[in-house]
């Protein structure tokens, strides 16, 4: 899912603070690296006041599902009706509509409600998911022909034991059209209650650098640097 929020996206922002998140800031002090592709060394330059601060969830984009799972779990106590049942590894395989509902059926599970919410990409929709009746062909066109905002990049963390970057001045931020990974970013965690601080560097890797990914995760400690 998503690393980041901003100030502007609001209905997310007030999600987190009602489910009492913690938050933490994106790292952007120190210089950021900008590789040009020609085989030059790489510029360094300030973008620390180029964009908008950046949050993420402490935990990552899981906290919030859990969260939200979680408070459904409650408000169904709460209400004395049967508790809510979350599935994972349960991929939705069909979805037939029917005069009393919708039955949706997957790998080991069967189920029927009001309504559906399709929470995937829509290619993903169209591809994996089959339907009765059959969706309009110029529905699913359109389902095959949406673009999913960084649905071509794959993302990669690398933890190490210190943030060795930001004693150096930098704050982990860069863009290479070499590769292996075309973007990077600082990843790392604060301590929290229930885990210990820890360091890493998140980047993506698009089909384009596929094989200079590979050789990224076979490189050692000291050829990543």
């Known amino acids: 899912g998503p690393a980041w929020f901003w100030p502007h ?3 997310i922002r007030s999600v987190v603070d009602l489910m009492g998140l913690s938050v933490v800031e994106q790292y952007r002090e120190g210089l950021a690296m900008y590789d040009a592709g020609h085989g030059d060394a790489p510029d360094a330059f300030d973008a620390s006041m180029q964009s908008s601060p950046a949050y993420r969830l402490d935990g990552g984009i899981a906290s919030l599902v859990d969260a939200l799972a979680a408070g459904m779990q409650a408000a169904a106590r709460q209400a004395a009706v049967p508790p809510v049942s979350v599935r994972l590894h349960a991929a939705v395989q069909s979805l037939a509509q029917h005069p009393d509902g919708v039955v949706v059926r997957g790998h080991g599970f069967r189920c029927t409600a009001n309504r559906v919410v399709m929470a995937v990409p829509p290619r993903v929709v169209a591809r994996d998911v089959s339907w009765t009746p059959p969706l309009p062909d110029s529905v699913r066109e359109i389902l095959a022909d949406t673009v999913t905002w960084m649905g071509h990049a794959m993302k990669c963390v690398v933890s190490y034991e210190a943030p060795f970057w930001r004693t150096a001045g930098r704050s982990g931020y860069a863009v290479s059209w070499r590769g292996p990974l075309r ?4 990843a790392c965690t604060p301590a929290g209650a ?6 890493a560097l998140m980047g993506f890797a698009s089909p384009r650098t596929t094989h200079a990914a590979i050789a990224f995760r076979d490189a050692t400690m000291d050829q990543r640097r």
Do not use: F, K, L, T
């Open 194 to 199: 229930s885990h210990d601080a820890a360091y």
């Open 183 to 186: 973007e990077i970013h600082d």
């Open 9 to 11: 996206q609001r209905a």
